[in-house]
């Protein structure tokens, strides 16, 4: 399966982004979806995820902000970003589990849950 993160740029504090994540290979459907970022420094954190039988799960530190969905008919999921702030700059890196995983919402967060890992797309946020 391969994984095509876009949408990234730059934008004002208070501003919004939207990113995508296209799949090819492989049934869409099937995957459960994650978001995660790193900030220059800084370890590879969880943002959000949306299992492929339904249910979200988003970081203490976007929610209310982000929101994490996916479109099975056009094998994309989407993070709308909104209210974003300075900390949120990073780059942010789609990712997907193995197909039909059985991982429950608690291990959503669990980047080794994930096999499939797209190339990242680089998100700016200045005041």
């Known amino acids: 399966v391969q994984l095509q993160a876009s949408g990234g740029g730059s934008v004002q504090a208070g501003g919004s982004l939207r990113l995508s994540c296209t799949v090819s290979?492989?049934?869409?459907?099937?995957?459960?979806l994650g978001w995660f970022r790193q900030a220059p420094g800084q370890e590879r954190e969880f943002v959000a995820a949306?299992?492929?039988?339904?249910?979200?799960s988003h970081a203490d530190s976007v929610k209310g902000r982000f929101t994490m969905s996916r479109d099975n008919a056009k094998s994309t999921a989407y993070l709308q970003m909104n209210d974003l702030k300075l900390e949120d700059t990073a780059v942010y890196y789609c990712?997907?589990?193995?197909?039909?995983?059985?991982?429950?919402?608690?291990?959503?967060?669990?980047?080794?849950?994930?096999?499939?890992w797209g190339q990242g797309t680089l998100v700016t946020v200045s005041s």
């Open positions: 290979g492989g049934t869409f459907r099937s995957y459960t």
């Open positions: 949306i299992r492929w039988r339904g249910g979200t």
């Open positions: 990712a997907a589990t193995k197909p039909y995983s059985g991982i429950i919402l608690s291990q959503l967060s669990a980047q080794y849950e994930y096999t499939d």
